[in-house]
Each structure stands twice: as structure tokens, then as C-alpha cells.
């Protein structure tokens, strides 16, 4: 198969017979637009023997289910919840004259997959001649529009090449649905279990309409479907205990198109109060408006999207690709209704269950805070949204008071079981609180602050303060876990507690800023925090123990991190996957060797705690041992390489992470593209090629271009204001193309950009 060079159509040609391709394509044409999504599973279906993942999800919509387990300790978790497959409504057969439309007999020709990231639309398209010699051309799109959340739109288009005929299509919407499941594998582990329990089933005229509930979660969804045909054609819908076939037949013309249109509405209890009658009510709206509508407004709504985030790298097209291609993923896993959020792998698998993680305020909120911090402020109202489950999660957790956020939920409550690489990263309260503090910074939002942020802050500063210890004049944090999932429950990990600092600190600064401004009150009377808890995280802030070694000038990750062995990599073999899959985990953590940045993410968020000789070294140290078994690491690799200088560490890093999912890099996008590195790219480019910080002195670039690229061009919106930066290698331009003059640190000279600002290249 091949990839093609435009930069804003994937597409692959080539009729991909193989499972392990069917299953990777599945997810890279998946549609969706954060509220739900569709794996791109042929609607056909596949011969016996393969095993697909076919997949309709709703964001943020799950099952709960007990977890059966002989030894149980208090805080550990009983109940586990999963993103469920819903429906089925992509499923439609078609037989011409009798013969049944199966690609993996006959001969197929002209086979192309494309996704299409400005029309928002994936298709399928090939010409197949059946085993009696019918020759029919094919081309199916999808769309799930941005529009209309709810709305999955399928034009099937099919015209005979050598002769006219009969054609019986049978569309189907399936309640009968089933979450995929790989007991080998933790990312998508577990057994066959049934979620949904199809409760209704109606036909009404040529409407169907199912609505289906979940087992234990107590949630409800429904789904309507309804065709639009080019032509005259006889329909029947025939209904089953859990499904409604829809059987329709037309007769079709050598020569000339027959076009269906299906048109899907999924609603869930989550958002609407009657799943039932609103998803009736949008399937009529859908279908009065025409597909042409949908079309158009989704082309609209993605002008407008790239016209706000557009990157466009000169000389080298294939990077072009993967990085729209990482936006767009972004965009389309994005939750931005308060009650979801973004999961690990989107909406286009099942990998890690639909569950939210750090992996948003870390890696994925950056691009919407620097390119549409509208959508940020939502993103980040999810925290909001589970606050009160934090502060529950807290006092299970043995803390008075405070909010600790789960490491991992789709539904606020802590989901994650195995708690020495789950709930003990306890740094996800500081990441959160670094997303609210940068967001704040990027765009000078002082109201989300006042409404939201600063309760965030100064919930997770007590959790810190609690935790954490004074000794011997320091302030330690024990057994906890850092980014670095091969190194599990430690004292004093680096990382961890910087992120407390920053955390312990910013909630004093807010508290002093909103006392100053008289709008203190309303905090206090809610969480009734105390000056003299404010002063206790000044001090444990000042008093923050961070390891360091001397000797090597380094910062060893954890105070126990630099007294184990170190681990043979080259015994790895090559492509030999994850260490986590081959070896007893406490095996690993008694080695010096990391699944993913953790010092060196450090040395990237908090750049002015060390020399810049200890980064260096650091750097040097831990790249040594790290195996970036997590797709969260190369990226951060390559900021720190490209802030040393090391342009071509820094572009190697970057050309990896950044086509992780086309590449299948991981080997698993199967079960779903990796959203946080879809992130970290973006992350790379602006924080490591443009070098981008945020910090409370302002914004501070030191642009360098990798051999490779003869420029960049990217727009960023700083302080509500959208600047345009045009770097090739001599020269870096900066431009205000709307909004107030913004004051910007270039190389670490200042500048107010009121027009436009031209620097020479350094690097
Ligand atoms: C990483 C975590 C990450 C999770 C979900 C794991 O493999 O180690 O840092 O949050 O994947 O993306």
C-alpha cells in the first residue's frame, strides 16, 4: 500500500487482504468528531477466520462491571468502566443480480482508501468483478459531522460496468454488539462481556429505531436510521429481537449511478433526557436538510479549523501529512460537552477503554490552548465537571482534604486496578494544575480562573501538602510513581515533585492575586481554604527536595533510581515489543530503565530549575536507558534535544513520533491512534523547533530548523491575538495578523509585536 503525498489526504491503495492492515486502516479511516466514532470497518463485513475490531462508540458513554479478584485492599478499586461498542449502523451487504458483493472473492481493481481532512470525509472506492464476470464500480463515504454530532452519514454509490440489473441491498443498525477484548494485552484486556441490552426495537414507515441500555451503568442510547435514494427502489424493514434489516431493491443501469444514503443518529442518555424522541427529531432535521448540507457545513467548519492551527513545513510533504493528519486526530477525539473529554486512543478504538489520563493537560491541551483556547477552556471544564469525585477519590486515598483526580476514568471515579503504575502517579494533580497554569498564561483567561482554575489549584495543593513530609529541612514526597511507568512507587521522584512545587506554588499565587482583586470570598466560603495553609505551601514549595548527583550532574529520577542495575539494552531484541509484555513488572522496576520521558519531561515543563549542563547530561544519561515503549516519549526527547541543540536528535525524534500511527510505529494501532502523541507532535514543532515557553515573564521563542526543512510556517494564538511565524534558515518572521500588539522574548531579546518583527535564524 502507499501513502499519498498530498498533505491533507491520507490515502492508501492497493485491496489490503491482510488482517493486521484491515485492522490498522480501521483505525486510521475511522470518522469521528469527539462525540462519536466509527472504526472503518468494511460495511460489507469480512469471510470467516478474520478478526476485526467493528466499532461505534459514544464519548464518555460506558459500562461498569465488578472486577472478580481473590485479594482486595481498601483503595483499591472494585468496579472498572469501559467506553462500549454501542451500535452497529455501518453494516450494509449488496448482492448484484444474486452474486454477493464480496471483495474477497472475484478480482478487485482500482482499490483506494482516502481521508479527506478538509471535506472531513473518509472513502472507500474500487471496482470489483465478480466470480460470473459482473463488473460493478463502488465508492462509499462517511462522514461524521461536526454539525451535528449525533449524525454518521454513509453515501454508498455503486454503478455496473457491463451489464444492468438487479441490486438487493440489505442495511442493517445492530444492537448485538460486543467490545473486543485481548487477555494478552493490558491495553485492551478482558473478557467477552455483554454492555448493552437492546430494549426497544421499532419500525416505523422506513425509519428504524433501537434503543439500547447498559447493563450495570444505568445509561441509555438510541439510534435511528433512515435512507435517501437516487432512484425509484422497493424497501422493507424487517425487525429482530435486536436489529432492523433494512432490505432494499433497485434496479441498476450499465453505465449509470445508483446512490443510498443512510443516515445514522446516535443519542445518549449523558446529554439527552429523551434518547428516543431527540433522535428521531435529528434524523428528521438530518434528512430534511439534504447530505449536501452536511457536506458543505463540514467543509465549512474545517476551513475554519485549519485556517487557526495550519502548519505547513516547506520541503517535505510527507511530514505535512502526518502532522495535519496528528490535528485532525485531535480534533476528532476532542469531547467538548463538559461530560467527556479525550480518551488515549480517541473515539477510533478500544485500546485503554475510552479512559481520560493526564495525556490531555500534558500533550493534547497545548495545541488547543495555542491555537483555540475556546476549546481548551472546555477541555478543561471536564476537570471541573469531576471535582467533587476528585475530592471523594481523596479521602479513599487516606487525605483529609483535597481533590486527588483519578489516574485514569471515563466517568470521574478512579479506573485503573493495578495501582503501582495507576493510581500512585499522583503527579497527574500537579499535570493538571501545569495545563490550567499554561492555559492561564497562553491566554490570560483571569475568569476561568476565578470560576474554575483556581479551586483545581488549591484542591490538589492540599493533596500535596498532605502527602508530602518535612525532614530534615526538606520537604519529601514518598512513594509515588512518576511519568516512567518501569519504575513504580519511589521516594522523591524528580518529577513528581517539581510538579508539586509548581503546583504548591501557583495555588499561593492565585490566592494572594484573587485576595488583592476581592474575589476571594466565594472560594473561601466553598472550600474554606486558610492563610495559614498558604503559608504551609510557600513553605513546602522553598523546602521542595529535589534529588541531584553531584557527580554525575545529573538529576537521578528518584532517590533509589541511580542504586539499581542498570539494564542490558542492547539485549533487546529489535521489534521485540514492550518490555512490560515480556517480564514480571517488579522485575523491571529494580533496573535503571524507562518506558518514557520523566527527567527529561521535567527538564522541558520547570527548564529553569537546572544549568543547562545538567539537562544536557541528563539527557544524555536517560536517553541511554529509555526504551519510549510509550509513544509519550520520543516527542519530549526531541524539545530537549532541539533546545541543546541537537538538531539532528531533535528531527529523528520528531520524524518518528510524528508518523507513530500511519507507520504503526507501536504496533498497536489497531487498537486505536495515540492521541497524546498526536499532541506531542505539535508539541515538538512548537515547543522544540520554534522553542516556544510560556512562562509568567511572557513568551520566549529560540527557533532553530532542522537540515532537513527549507522553512515552517505556523500561526499561534498568544493573549487572544493570532500571530503568524514564518522561519526559513536565515530568517524568522513574526506577524500580527489580528488582535492587540503582543509583547514577544526572541532569543532573549523583547520585542512588542505591533506589525511585524523579522529576527535572524541561530540555530
Ligand atoms: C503511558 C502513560 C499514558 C498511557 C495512556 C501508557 O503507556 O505510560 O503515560 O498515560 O499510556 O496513553
Known sequence: MNNS??????????????????????????????????????????????????????????????????????????????????????????????????????????????????????????????????????????????????????????????????????????????????????????????????????????????????????????????????????????????????????????????????????????????????????????????????????????????????????????????????????????????????????????????????????????????????????????????????????????????????????????????????GAQYHIIGDITYGIIQYYLITGDWDYIVEQGAEIVMETARIWYDLGNFYKGKFHIHDVTGPDEYTCVVNNNYYTNLTAKHNLIWAAKLYEKLKEKGQLEKLQDKIGITESEITGFKTAAEAMYLPYDEELDINPQDDSFLSKKVWDMASIPEGAGPLMQRNFLYHIYRYQVCKQADTVLAHFLFEDEQELSTIRNSFEYYEKITTHDSSLSRCIFSIIAAKLGEKEKAYQYFDFSSKTDINNSQKNTKDGIHTANMGGTYMAVVYGFLGLRVKEGGFFFRPILPDEWN?????????????????????????????????IHVYDEVYELSDEITVEMRG
Open 5 to 422: 503525498t498530498g498533505s491533507y489526504v491520507l490515502e492508501k491503495t492497493g485491496f489490503e487482504k491482510d488482517n493486521e492492515e484491515l485492522l490498522i486502516n480501521e483505525t486510521l479511516f475511522h470518522n469521528a468528531n469527539g462525540y462519536q466514532g466509527v472504526r472503518g470497518n468494511f460495511e460489507e463485513g469480512y469471510p470467516e477466520g478474520y478478526d476485526t475490531i467493528r466499532g461505534q462508540y459514544i464519548n464518555g458513554f460506558y459500562n461498569s462491571y465488578k472486577i472478580s479478584t481473590e485479594e482486595w485492599h481498601i483503595g483499591f478499586i472494585q468496579e472498572k468502566h469501559s467506553m462500549v461498542n454501542v451500535f452497529d449502523t455501518q453494516s450494509v451487504k449488496i448482492w448484484i443480480e444474486g452474486e454477493e458483493l464480496d471483495l474477497f472473492t472475484g478480482n478487485v481493481t482500482e482499490y483506494r482508501r482516502t481521508l479527506d481532512m478538509k471535506k472531513g470525509i473518509t472513502s472507500r472506492s474500487f471496482v470489483w468483478e465478480s466470480p460470473a464476470g459482473r463488473k460493478v464500480s463502488v465508492r462509499i463515504e462517511r462522514m461524521a459531522s461536526f454539525e451535528m454530532l449525533p449524525l454518521f452519514l454513509i453515501r454508498y454509490r455503486i454503478c455496473p460496468l457491463n451489464f444492468s440489473g438487479t441490486v438487493k441491498m440489505e442495511s442493517v443498525q445492530s444492537g448485538d454488539v460486543y467490545n473486543y477484548f485481548n487477555q494478552k494485552d493490558s491495553r485492551v484486556a478482558g473478557e467477552k462481556r455483554i454492555h448493552m441490552r437492546v430494549k426497544d426495537v421499532e419500525a416505523d414507515g422506513t425509519t428504524g429505531i433501537l434503543v439500547s441500555e447498559t447493563v450495570r451503568s444505568g445509561l441509555e442510547a438510541a439510534c435511528a436510521v433512515s435512507h435517501v435514494f437516487s432512484g425509484p427502489v422497493s424497501q422493507t424493514l424487517v425487525c429482530d429481537e435486536k436489529s432492523i434489516t433494512d432490505r432494499i431493491e433497485f434496479g441498476a443501469e450499465e453505465g449509470k449511478w445508483s446512490c443510498a444514503e443512510k443516515y445514522s443518529i446516535l443519542c445518549d442518555s449523558l446529554r439527552y433526557a429523551d434518547v428516543k424522541e431527540e433522535a428521531l427529531r435529528l434524523l428528521d432535521l438530518a434528512v430534511e436538510k439534504g447530505s449536501g448540507y452536511w457536506y458543505g457545513k463540514q467543509e465549512e467548519f474545517l476551513e475554519k479549523f485549519w485556517e487557526g492551527c495550519a502548519i505547513e513545513i516547506s520541503g517535505d510533504e510527507e511530514l505535512n501529512l502526518s502532522l495535519h493528519f496528528s490535528q485532525y486526530g485531535l480534533l476528532q477525539s476532542a469531547g467538548l460537552d463538559g461530560v467527556s473529554n479525550i480518551g488515549a486512543k480517541g473515539l477510533s478504538g478500544e485500546g485503554y477503554e475510552g479512559h481520560y489520563f493526564w495525556d490531555t493537560e500534558m500533550y493534547m491541551l497545548p495545541f488547543f490552548s495555542l491555537t483555540q483556547p475556546e476549546v481548551a477552556r472546555k477541555l478543561l471544564g471536564y476537570r471541573y465537571h469531576i471535582l467533587d469525585q476528585a475530592r471523594e477519590n481523596a479521602v479513599k486515598m487516606g487525605h483529609p482534604k483535597g481533590a486527588l483526580f483519578p489516574w485514569r476514568t471515563i466517568n470521574g471515579k478512579e479506573c485503573s486496578y493495578y495501582y503501582p503504575s495507576g
Open 711 to 743: 522553512g515552517i510556517r505556523l500561526d499561534l494564538c498568544l493573549r487572544g491575538s493570532r500571530i503568524e511565524i514564518n522561519a526559513d534558515r536565515d530568517q524568522c518572521r513574526f506577524s500580527l495578523k489580528k488582535g492587540d500588539p503582543v509583547e
